[in-house]
């Protein structure tokens, strides 16, 4: 055979299917199968601190004062930074934000963090941090430190895309853009204003 | 190799719709075109297009090694001084390569001729690992094409597998995917590539180039303001080394897909290069330097490239194919290589050029488009394929 053997078609669709429920129920049924054993979602927990950890899952003390560490470092790499303590606290609510130890940012204060629980070891998953995101009128939401809001605060477990337990890219303060691009733009005066394609 | 007209599958427009593919047609104009296909002999596929392709594959990482090590090549890439560096660590480091796309004259007889390489940032890449693949299937299951047809097309497995390669080789970065604004296909490209990426288990995050800002100490970010470590773009390096970050390349450490060596490939200078390394191989046409072209006295026609160009742009006929209307353009600044005249085989009214894709160093499948014109461009119409 001189073809890919087999394409998922389930995770190369954009549209959902409709109506899934006109689907005969065994097929329902064997896709949902399907869908758990290739799926990119994994259960995890929120735990706020050493102890609950201990408390609440399976890692030992030790385990826990590590992932904690881990996820402070994280944190301050990684998580939200503004430029003064009144911008951060009218996202975080008052008294939810200081300064960071690198002194010029002012970064929210970590709420806790994940921890998968999945027993499988030999993946690195990354203990990353969360925040207690405030909503008016409702309860608050727990978001990661790029902004996806994983669920609302006090859930016993939230479903996760994988990619929430691994590294998430160092978060800076952006000095200019628009560096790359011009020579596209200059060019893209042809063919009568129609944009075409820059690859070939 | 026959052109063989065939009924659409019925409502197929849904069915691209459902996948996502937005660009079938594009101003008003087919693009994806199921009124036909195109089929081959197992036995034309694998002697005619895939070994040559890996072969010319090698030479072409011949000719890499080559020009790398020369100031006076690297002066004929017209690649920019400032950027030597940039290219040169790159291919010492061994910087791993995605894909690429080589594009052929072959009509089912003789030997595939080499036209060029799309080494930097090949597309049509969603319509050939996937929506020909599907077309297939489609046309197996509802009993129109015998359930034995093939296809070369190994395309989307391999580009998975390649993406877990580069994973192991670039742990825990986040792969930030980029194209221009405002053209649909490029989004399309990317997003496909996305998804191959995170079926390879990265994680990943999109930026338009035109949005890529930068930090105090020189950092590339996205958006959100995070630091860009491993970026694939669709966004030519020629272009990128004349523009103002250019001069953050090489200080800021990223892993870049497709690596900066990608550029001496990218590039017609490859053409003469190959004829001087490789004179009269089988697969290659004769071609030539501005400044070399007495050596191409016994050519009665010759094809006149830029050193840059994407999509056809530019191409024009010297000597007997005279006639044949030239494609405009906006490329040509850097200068122009000549290539003899080696027509496209025609099939019924359509012009047909083969493009064989490339995953790393392994022959991944072909992507075949059509044109009223011998000089194909991005508006070609693209036919799936069959192997009986």
Known sequence: MKRSKSINLDSMRKVKSASPLMRPLTLAIASVTLAA??????????????????????????????????ALQEAERTGPKYSSQAACEAEFGYDQCNRSSQGSFFTPFMAGFLVSNLLDSGRSNRYNPVYRYPKSGSSDRIMTADGRVIGNAGQRSYKVDKSNLQS???????????????????KSSWGGGKKSSWGG | ML???????????????????EFHTMYGEKYWDESAYYQFSLEQIERD????????????????????????????????????????????????????????????KGHAKLYENNADTPTSIYETGFWQWLWLQDNVDAGVLLPHSDQFNILQEKLVN????????????????????????????VQYLEDCANEAGLSTEFVYIEDIGRDAKGNFTDTKDQIIRFMFKLYPWEFMFQEEFSAQLGHNNIRWIEPPWKSILSNKALLPMLWKMFPDHPNLLPAFFEDELHLASGIDSLV??????????????????????????????????YQATHMLPKFGDSYTLIGSWLVDDQAAGISIREDRNPITQDMSRFLPHIIV
């Open chain 2, 49 to 108: 297009i895939e070994s040559p392709t890996e072969e010319i594959h090698q030479m072409c990482l011949g000719v890499v090694d080559k020009v790398i090590n020369d100031d006076v090549l690297m002066r004929r890439f017209c690649l920019p001084e400032a950027q030597w560096d940039f290219i040169r660590q790159s291919w010492l480091n061994g910087d791993p390569s995605l894909y690429s796309r080589l594009d052929f004259a072959y009509s089912g």
């Open chain 2, 162 to 189: 390649r993406f877990k390669d580069i994973r192991y080789l670039t742990p825990d970065r986040v792969l930030h995917f980029a194209c221009c604004k405002g053209t649909p296909e490029d989004r399309g490209t």
């Open chain 1, 37 to 70: 054993c290739g799926s990119s979602e994994e259960e995890v927990q929120v735990v706020s601190s050493i102890e609950d950890c201990k408390v609440s899952t399976t890692l030992t003390q030790a385990q826990c004062e590590v992932a904690y560490q881990q």
């Open chain 1, 168 to 186: 998430k890219p160092t978060v800076t303060r952006t000095v200019s853009r628009g560096g790359f691009g011009s020579v596209a733009s200059a």
């Open chain 2, 304 to 337: 006149k490239k830029p050193i840059f160009s994407r999509e056809g742009s530019n191409i024009s006929f010297i000597g007997d194919e005279k006639g044949v209307e030239a494609s405009s353009g906006p490329y040509g600044e850097e200068g122009f290589i």
């Open chain 2, 3 to 21: 052109r063989i007209p065939i009924a659409e599958r019925p409502g197929w427009q849904k069915r691209a719709q459902e996948f996502g593919f």
